[in-house]
Protein backbone atom coordinates (compact mmCIF):
# COMPACT_ATOMS: atom_id res chain seq x y z
CA UNK A 1 0.00 0.00 0.00
CA UNK A 2 2.89 2.43 1.07
CA UNK A 3 4.71 1.85 -2.48
CA UNK A 4 1.30 1.95 -4.28
CA UNK A 5 0.54 5.33 -3.04
CA UNK A 6 4.38 6.48 -2.97
CA UNK A 7 4.35 5.91 -6.80
CA UNK A 8 0.72 6.52 -7.34
CA UNK A 9 0.18 3.31 -9.07
CA UNK A 10 -3.60 2.98 -7.56
CA UNK A 11 -4.75 5.77 -9.85
CA UNK A 12 -4.60 3.27 -12.89
CA UNK A 13 -6.90 1.02 -11.29
CA UNK A 14 -9.81 3.35 -13.08
CA UNK A 15 -8.12 3.95 -16.54
CA UNK A 16 -7.58 0.16 -16.79
CA UNK A 17 -11.58 -0.37 -15.44
CA UNK A 18 -12.86 1.88 -18.55
CA UNK A 19 -10.54 -0.21 -21.04
CA UNK A 20 -11.54 -3.51 -19.61
CA UNK A 21 -15.13 -2.43 -20.43
CA UNK A 22 -14.02 -1.62 -24.01
CA UNK A 23 -12.71 -4.92 -24.50
CA UNK A 24 -9.50 -7.21 -24.12
CA UNK A 25 -7.95 -5.52 -26.63
CA UNK A 26 -8.39 -2.23 -25.16
CA UNK A 27 -7.38 -3.57 -21.88
CA UNK A 28 -4.06 -5.01 -22.66
CA UNK A 29 -2.82 -2.11 -24.53
CA UNK A 30 -3.46 0.06 -21.32
CA UNK A 31 -2.01 -2.18 -19.27
CA UNK A 32 1.56 -2.56 -21.62
CA UNK A 33 1.18 1.44 -21.49
CA UNK A 34 0.93 1.48 -17.86
CA UNK A 35 3.63 -0.96 -16.99
CA UNK A 36 5.95 0.88 -19.52
CA UNK A 37 5.51 4.13 -16.99
CA UNK A 38 8.40 4.94 -14.79
CA UNK A 39 6.07 4.86 -12.00
CA UNK A 40 5.15 1.55 -12.70
CA UNK A 41 8.50 0.23 -12.67
CA UNK A 42 10.34 1.61 -9.67
CA UNK A 43 6.77 0.29 -7.63
CA UNK A 44 7.34 -3.17 -9.24
CA UNK A 45 11.17 -2.69 -8.29
CA UNK A 46 10.20 -1.59 -4.36
CA UNK A 47 7.82 -4.89 -4.41
CA UNK A 48 10.92 -7.18 -5.52
CA UNK A 49 13.06 -5.33 -3.31
CA UNK A 50 10.86 -5.67 -0.32
CA UNK A 51 10.25 -9.76 -1.03
CA UNK A 52 13.98 -10.59 -0.94
CA UNK A 53 14.66 -8.37 2.36
CA UNK A 54 11.76 -10.19 3.88
CA UNK A 55 12.81 -13.56 2.41
CA UNK A 56 14.93 -14.56 5.35
CA UNK A 57 11.81 -15.13 7.25
CA UNK A 58 11.12 -18.41 5.68
CA UNK A 59 14.79 -19.07 6.90
CA UNK A 60 13.34 -18.14 10.49
CA UNK A 61 10.08 -20.42 10.40
CA UNK A 62 12.75 -23.53 9.66
CA UNK A 63 14.14 -22.54 12.50
CA UNK A 64 11.02 -22.61 14.85
CA UNK A 65 9.79 -25.92 13.43
CA UNK A 66 13.66 -27.38 14.18
CA UNK A 67 13.00 -26.15 17.49
CA UNK A 68 9.36 -27.31 17.78
CA UNK A 69 11.15 -31.13 16.48
CA UNK A 70 14.04 -30.79 19.15
CA UNK A 71 11.46 -29.36 22.06
CA UNK A 72 13.38 -26.43 22.30
CA UNK A 73 12.34 -22.76 23.85
CA UNK A 74 11.15 -20.91 20.60
CA UNK A 75 12.04 -17.08 21.00
CA UNK A 76 11.27 -14.51 19.00
CA UNK A 77 14.57 -14.15 17.84
CA UNK A 78 13.95 -17.37 15.90
CA UNK A 79 11.99 -15.91 13.28
CA UNK A 80 14.66 -13.32 12.49
CA UNK A 81 17.71 -16.33 12.54
CA UNK A 82 18.39 -15.70 8.60
CA UNK A 83 18.91 -12.01 8.96
CA UNK A 84 22.06 -13.20 11.20
CA UNK A 85 25.53 -12.02 9.94
CA UNK A 86 26.41 -12.01 6.11
CA UNK A 87 24.18 -15.09 5.66
CA UNK A 88 22.07 -12.68 5.32
CA UNK A 89 23.39 -12.02 2.12
CA UNK A 90 24.04 -15.56 0.85
CA UNK A 91 19.92 -15.98 1.51
CA UNK A 92 18.91 -12.76 -0.24
CA UNK A 93 21.18 -13.99 -3.21
CA UNK A 94 20.10 -17.15 -3.65
CA UNK A 95 15.95 -15.60 -3.36
CA UNK A 96 16.48 -13.02 -6.36
CA UNK A 97 18.71 -15.80 -8.70
CA UNK A 98 15.08 -18.41 -7.50
CA UNK A 99 13.15 -15.33 -8.22
CA UNK A 100 14.66 -14.04 -11.83
CA UNK A 101 14.55 -17.27 -12.79
CA UNK A 102 10.86 -18.33 -11.72
CA UNK A 103 9.55 -14.94 -13.59
CA UNK A 104 10.46 -15.81 -16.72
CA UNK A 105 9.34 -19.50 -16.60
CA UNK A 106 5.88 -18.34 -14.81
CA UNK A 107 4.37 -17.55 -18.34
CA UNK A 108 5.21 -21.64 -19.42
CA UNK A 109 3.24 -22.47 -16.21
CA UNK A 110 4.94 -25.91 -16.32
CA UNK A 111 8.04 -24.88 -16.28
CA UNK A 112 7.93 -22.48 -13.25
CA UNK A 113 6.18 -25.78 -11.41
CA UNK A 114 9.57 -27.62 -12.63
CA UNK A 115 11.75 -24.91 -11.19
CA UNK A 116 9.93 -24.84 -8.36
CA UNK A 117 9.90 -28.25 -7.40
CA UNK A 118 14.05 -28.12 -8.37
CA UNK A 119 14.69 -25.81 -5.80
CA UNK A 120 12.32 -26.81 -3.25
CA UNK A 121 14.85 -27.98 -0.29
CA UNK A 122 17.20 -25.55 -1.89
CA UNK A 123 16.82 -23.00 1.23
CA UNK A 124 16.77 -25.57 3.91
CA UNK A 125 19.56 -27.08 2.88
CA UNK A 126 21.27 -23.79 2.82
CA UNK A 127 20.47 -22.89 6.02
CA UNK A 128 20.85 -26.31 8.11
CA UNK A 129 23.75 -27.78 6.38
CA UNK A 130 25.27 -24.95 4.74
CA UNK A 131 25.74 -26.13 1.17
CA UNK A 132 26.08 -23.51 -1.71
CA UNK A 133 23.37 -23.54 -4.45
CA UNK A 134 23.80 -25.63 -6.85
CA UNK A 135 25.22 -28.12 -4.88
CA UNK A 136 21.58 -27.79 -3.09
CA UNK A 137 19.88 -27.82 -6.43
CA UNK A 138 21.73 -30.72 -7.26
CA UNK A 139 20.64 -32.89 -3.78
CA UNK A 140 17.36 -31.58 -4.36
CA UNK A 141 16.98 -32.88 -7.92
CA UNK A 142 18.54 -36.25 -6.46
CA UNK A 143 15.59 -36.35 -3.72
CA UNK A 144 13.23 -34.72 -6.57
CA UNK A 145 13.82 -38.57 -8.98
CA UNK A 146 13.34 -40.34 -5.75
CA UNK A 147 10.75 -39.32 -4.18
CA UNK A 148 8.80 -37.28 -7.33
CA UNK A 149 4.99 -38.64 -6.77
CA UNK A 150 5.34 -37.99 -2.89
CA UNK A 151 6.69 -33.75 -3.22
CA UNK A 152 4.28 -33.38 -6.19
CA UNK A 153 1.29 -34.26 -3.96
CA UNK A 154 2.94 -32.58 -0.96
CA UNK A 155 3.57 -29.28 -3.18
CA UNK A 156 -0.08 -29.31 -4.28
CA UNK A 157 -1.27 -30.01 -0.98
CA UNK A 158 0.60 -27.41 0.00
CA UNK A 159 -0.19 -24.84 -2.54
CA UNK A 160 -3.69 -25.05 -2.07
CA UNK A 161 -3.78 -24.48 1.41
CA UNK A 162 -1.37 -21.29 1.32
CA UNK A 163 -3.15 -19.96 -1.81
CA UNK A 164 -7.01 -20.78 -0.97
CA UNK A 165 -7.09 -19.83 2.82
CA UNK A 166 -5.87 -16.33 1.47
CA UNK A 167 -7.99 -16.30 -1.36
CA UNK A 168 -11.40 -17.46 0.36
CA UNK A 169 -10.82 -16.04 3.96
CA UNK A 170 -8.23 -13.11 3.73
CA UNK A 171 -7.18 -12.73 7.29
CA UNK A 172 -7.01 -16.70 7.10
CA UNK A 173 -4.05 -16.44 5.21
CA UNK A 174 -2.03 -15.03 7.45
CA UNK A 175 -2.63 -18.05 9.35
CA UNK A 176 -2.17 -20.83 6.25
CA UNK A 177 0.64 -18.48 4.68
CA UNK A 178 3.38 -20.78 6.83
CA UNK A 179 1.88 -23.92 6.05
CA UNK A 180 4.12 -23.73 2.96
CA UNK A 181 7.02 -23.60 4.98
CA UNK A 182 5.76 -26.46 7.34
CA UNK A 183 5.43 -28.84 3.95
CA UNK A 184 9.36 -28.39 3.11
CA UNK A 185 10.37 -28.62 6.59
CA UNK A 186 8.62 -31.80 6.81
CA UNK A 187 9.70 -33.25 3.66
CA UNK A 188 13.38 -31.86 3.95
CA UNK A 189 13.24 -33.53 7.52
CA UNK A 190 12.02 -37.16 5.97
CA UNK A 191 13.90 -36.73 2.82
CA UNK A 192 17.48 -35.77 4.19
CA UNK A 193 19.42 -36.42 6.72
CA UNK A 194 21.85 -34.56 8.33
CA UNK A 195 24.69 -37.00 9.07
CA UNK A 196 24.73 -37.70 5.00
Known amino acids: MLFGEKYDVFSYNKELQEAFMQGT ?15 Y ?17 NLGMFQ ?13 GDLFAGYNGLNFFKYVGYF ?12 TVVLAVIWVAVTLFVAPLMFF ?15 LKMYFVEIMVCVIVAFLFKYLGFALFLIGGLFTFP ?4 MIYAL ?9
Open 179 to 182: FWNA
Open 96 to 107: LFWFFIYRFTLP
Open 129 to 143: TNKRIFEAISLNFKA
Open 64 to 76: IYRKLDLKENIVI
Open 25 to 39: QVYLKKMEAITATEN
Open 188 to 196: YKTVFSEKS
Open 41 to 57: QMFTLAIWGTTAFLYPL
